[in-house]
T-cell receptor, first 114, second 111 residues
Framework: DAMVIQNPRYQVTQFGKPVTLSCSQTLNHNVMYWYQQKSSQAPKLLFHYYDKDFNNEADTPDNFQSRRPNTSFCFLDIRSPGLGDAAMYLC?????FGTGREQYFGPGTRLTVT | QQQVKQSPQSLIVQKGGISIINCAYENTAFDYFPWYQQFPGKGPALLIAIRPDVSEKKEGRFTISFNKSAKQFSLHIMDSQPGDSATYFCAAMPTGNQFYFGTGTSLTVIP
């Protein structure tokens, strides 16, 4: 089945220790998104890629970076995690921004910062 | 500013009852309105979506009603089941990359 896969499902890191979360997709979608979701809140968009074009949301902290080396993979790098960065990180994809803008989410990575 | 207002925040319904969740928006550029269902510890799953050229869309027990003039849309879950207990998010999009979620509704269906 075509899908969005996130690894790892659970990640524990220490305060200030860099961490990378990964996302892959078999949908062959052009757009990949990263969201942060905290408990009992809606997902918050961090950034997205349309192909190789990167778009950073204005309020995304500089501590968060992303890489998309090819169509299938996208990475979220947190350079110096703080306690406030503990959250569920969701990857999503869509075919495009027009008629194919339905977003399909992965299962998420739960990040704990100790 | 919250682009999409969702209510209620939580909802408790008896098994077999109808669950109704409402959303409202202001931006007339929005032209795509999906609903997502999220179980604890999982990513949101696309449930059903509507475009403003129709007033209602039904898929199984799930129906979206859309009122363009009032700028409101709602999700109706008929014959609600305990397995429907989850958090539901409405969302709205204009053409482009912006995706605005509502604040979510936690639904509990009591057996």
């Amino acid at each position: 089945d075509a899908m969005v896969i996130q690894n790892p499902r659970y990640q524990v890191t220490q305060f200030g220790k860099p961490v990378t979360l990964s996302c892959s997709q078999t949908l062959n979608h052009n757009v990949m998104y990263w969201y942060q979701q905290k408990s009992s809140q809606a997902p918050k968009l961090l950034f997205h890629y349309y192909d190789k074009d990167f778009n950073n949301e204005a309020d995304t902290p500089d501590n968060f970076q992303s890489r998309r080396p090819n169509t299938s993979f996208c990475f979220l790098d947190i350079r110096s995690p703080g306690l406030g960065d503990a959250a569920m990180y969701l990857c999503a994809t869509s075919r495009d921004f027009g008629t194919g803008r339905e977003q399909y989410f992965g299962p998420g990575t739960r990040l704990t910062v100790t | 500013q919250q682009q999409v207002k969702q209510s209620p925040q939580s909802l408790i319904v008896q098994k077999g009852g109808i669950s109704i969740i409402n959303c409202a928006y202001e931006n007339t550029a929005f032209d795509y309105f999906p609903w997502y269902q999220q179980f604890p510890g999982k990513g949101p799953a696309l449930l059903i979506a509507i475009r403003p050229d129709v007033s209602e869309k039904k898929e199984g027990r799930f129906t979206i009603s859309f009122n363009k003039s009032a700028k409101q849309f709602s999700l109706h879950i008929m014959d609600s089941q305990p397995g429907d207990s989850a958090t539901y998010f409405c969302a709205a999009m204009p053409t482009g990359n912006q995706f605005y979620f509502g604040t979510g509704t936690s639904l509990t269906v009591i057996p």
